[in-house]
């Protein structure tokens, strides 16, 4: 029987990237996210390319109930998840912590934390019962490092850093793997999200360097994947290398 994937915020991005790869590697999906279109759209293209089978389930994972209720709907069989990818997440603004939009830090916070938790609740307890399994949190540079204006925005992918260390304890009699990847500045929908559509202000993050994509990711996460049982990988930060670290990249 083929394994299954779980992928969060895969209507773009990184996340989108995973499903393909996945699909490319002959895993089932369960695809998520808000943006319903794109989910349906996507599961019939990897559908008809790479002959894998594919649920969607479109909900807010910032919405406790939603979250839990569209998981918990899914067939039996999907409950049978090998790998889930922690991947919804977000930015909103870059302000001095004095101006930052309240709005804003709610977003972020209930997002990339909480959203992360009441998924990885759910779903972790179906490894259990599945008695193995592998979690991947997407965290971030700016989970090791604090860069300006991107107070609130590190402190959540600092969380995310926190819960990646504390799932792997946790899980541990359980048999379930807990990696955590981290990358640099990955050109996706990422920029334009945190600037609320303002394309141009998004473009200039990317000019004059070779940004990670999406794909560079994808494969990250599946050298993690792909690694032996015995095998875990903790943590892997993963940069462009024209980037030394969140604040110092070489444009020419
Ligand atoms: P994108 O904006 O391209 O993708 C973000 C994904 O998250 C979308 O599929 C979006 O789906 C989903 N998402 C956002 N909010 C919610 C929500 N409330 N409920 C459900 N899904 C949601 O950005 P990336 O692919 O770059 O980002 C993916 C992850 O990688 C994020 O956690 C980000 O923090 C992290 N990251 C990104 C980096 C970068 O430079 N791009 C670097 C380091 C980490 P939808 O809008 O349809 O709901
Ligand atoms: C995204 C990378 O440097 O914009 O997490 O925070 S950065």
Partial sequence: MAKIALITGATSGIGEACAHLFAREHYNLVLTGRREDRLEKLAKKLNTKYNVEVAVSAFDVRDREQTIVNLEALPAKWKKVT???????????????????????????DTNIKGLLYVSKVVANWMIASGHGHIVNIGSIAGKEVYANGNVYCATKHAV????????????????????IHPGAVETEFSEVRFKGDKD?????YEGFDPLVADDIAETIWFAVSRPAHVNINDMIVMPTAQANAGTIFRK
């Fill in 161 to 180: 850093d926190a819960l990646n260390k504390g799932m792997r304890i946790d899980l541990l009699p359980h048999g379930i793997k807990v990696t955590g």
């Fill in 83 to 109: 790998v889930l990818v922690n991947n919804a997440g977000l930015s909103q603004g870059l302000d001095p912590i004095q101006n930052g939009s309240l709005d804003d830090w709610d977003t972020m916070i």
């Fill in 201 to 205: 202000r998004a473009k200039k993050v």
